[in-house]
């Protein structure tokens, strides 16, 4: 049996979407902060600047994706069937989807609610106490999980 794939491009561009999240948000994140020499206002400034390009960079990622996918024929985002079971394509347009959605939140909602709560801290003052930082970490596990699970099922297998 040989595991195969249409998708080159997609692949690729899933998995280093995916390491770039896991290195960035699960690893430099709180990394930074134990740094010696750095402050708060510090790490929050090297923070925002990270995330931000991040962000960029997902963006990236996930318009080449589209792009990859939408000239391969063979590939359909359809959306729900209306049957009693989810098709495999409709299973795999939700897990792409998803983390388009979480991405889109994160860019229009949370990151710049994040960054006006930094910029409070490098301003001297202390912001009133937030859940946001649990719902982007639960953002970027959930967008991660679905990324995998999207990524795995572009490869198709072949027996031989």
Not at 29 to 37: D, E, I, N, T
Not at 79 to 101: D, H, M, N, W
Request: charged share 10%; hydrophobic share 55%.
């Amino acid at each position: 049996m040989m595991i195969v794939t249409k998708y080159p491009i997609a692949i690729i561009s899933v998995f280093l979407w995916v390491g770039f999240v896991c290195a960035i948000s699960f690893l430099e994140a709180w990394l930074k902060f134990r740094a010696p020499g750095i402050t708060i206002p510090l790490g929050l400034g090297i923070g925002r600047l990270v995330f931000n390009a991040l962000n960029k960079i997902e963006w990236v990622f996930a318009i080449v994706i589209l792009v990859s996918l939408i000239f391969d024929k063979g590939f359909s985002l359809s959306t729900f069937s209306l049957g009693e079971t989810l098709s495999i394509r409709s299973t795999r347009a939700i897990l792409l989807v998803i983390p388009l959605i979480l991405l889109t939140l994160q860019t229009f909602w949370l990151l710049p609610v994040l960054d006006s709560r930094a910029e409070i801290y490098l301003m001297g003052e202390t912001p009133p106490h937030s859940s946001l930082h649990f719902y982007y970490v639960g953002m970027e596990l959930l967008k991660v999980g679905c990324l995998i699970a999207f990524g795995i099922g572009l490869f198709n297998r072949v027996i031989i």
